[in-house]
């Protein structure tokens, strides 16, 4: 199985304003790609499977999922201030295949924990690029294809 990490956003962090113009890009069909942290891992490579979670504010869950297409990289920290201060962090590059707006449709994150299989899963990391097990990613993505 090919091996699957979670990505965090929170939305208190970092407001992303083209979200709504991207998800209609994504949903018409277009290669929509983005350049996001994957916090200490240096393992995901391209093709691996990426689900995005939304943190912070509510709703919280799983709202986006795509395809790692770069490895691990360093580039200065996504926040102004940090970068400032010659902090680096890791990214990698992801396609997205869905990409949904958390306030119209989103896996949340009360199903996943209570779930009898994707409980078996941490999903309240605050860290982006931990590994989804893999006794629960079959489910996810079963579930995942509902939304």
Not at 16 to 26: D, F, I, K, S
Request: aromatic letters at 10%; hydrophobic letters at 40%.
């Amino acid at each position: 199985m090919i091996p699957a990490y979670l990505l965090t956003w929170n939305s208190l962090r970092w407001p992303w304003p083209e979200l709504g113009q991207e998800a209609g890009r994504v949903a018409a069909g277009e290669v929509v790609t983005s350049r996001w942290g994957c916090g200490r891992n240096r393992r995901i490579q391209p093709g691996d499977r990426l689900f995005m979670l939304k943190q912070g504010a509510e709703p919280r869950g799983i709202f986006a999922s795509g395809t790692s297409v770069s490895e691990p990289f360093t580039a200065p920290h996504w926040d102004e201030e940090k970068a400032a201060l010659g902090i680096h962090s890791n990214y990698i590059e992801l396609q997205f295949d869905t990409l949904l707006i958390p306030e119209e449709s989103i896996l949340r994150r009360d199903l996943l924990k209570g779930h009898p299989i994707l409980g078996r899963q941490y999903w309240d990391t605050q860290v982006s690029g931990i590994a989804i097990k893999t006794a629960v990613l079959a489910e996810l993505e079963k579930l995942w294809q509902t939304i």
